[in-house]
């Protein structure tokens, strides 16, 4: 039986983009609708679900920023930005926000379809690394990570919405606690992709990561940074389910 296509939504001012990516992607078996702005992508979002959106920063009226931000309010839909070249700051504004990859433009329709089935691999699948491949959820220091729901749990059970990214980085801590992890290494298991010595993602991640821990910036209990080597993640885990 053929599996069922992923639906795209392509938010972009520029009609000859939308035009452009919904044919390339769509030859590339992908379902596509396009929105022009803000009214449209949440009108389409409100007729149906989809798979991922490809959603343009630098748009006039309500950009592309504000946009995610809402989005996050209640949903954690994959987002691959859409950034001016060399606009380093809105790339690592919409990481924090929540934004799952990044390509700066102009940038080639072939580059384009790589990210966005690096993260829909990436939404479904992590990779197998320890033999906890059935739990149901870890459990560290009174926080317990729901592997199935994508959420924390806070020791009073509040619980904490994670992005797409700050659970896959994670699920990888905590699948390697006590081993320090280069950055390397974190992209390419949560990205897919090799790091360049520019790129700040898993730094944004780990912050983000931290504030939704309440770690304390400068005494941080779980998540510490090991000068030129990395990540550790030093808590003990404890895997149920």
Known sequence: ????????????????????LKEYLQKSEFRVEVAADGVQMFAALDQRPFDLIVLDLMMPGEDGLSLLRRLRVDSNIPVVML????????RILGLEMGADD????????????ARIKSVLRRVTTLPDTSDHSGSLQAHFLGWSLDLQQRHLISEDDVVIPLSGGEFRLLHVFVEHSGRVLSRDQLLEFTQGRESNPFDRSVDVLVGRLRKRLMEEPKNPQILHTVRGEGYLFSADVEFSG
């Open 1 to 20: 039986m053929q599996s069922k296509p992923s639906s795209l939504l392509v938010v972009d001012d520029d009609p000859e983009i939308r035009r452009l």
């Open 102 to 113: 990044y390509l700066p433009k102009p940038f080639s329709p072939r580059e384009l379809l």
């Open 83 to 90: 950034t001016a070249m060399g606009e380093e700051t809105d």
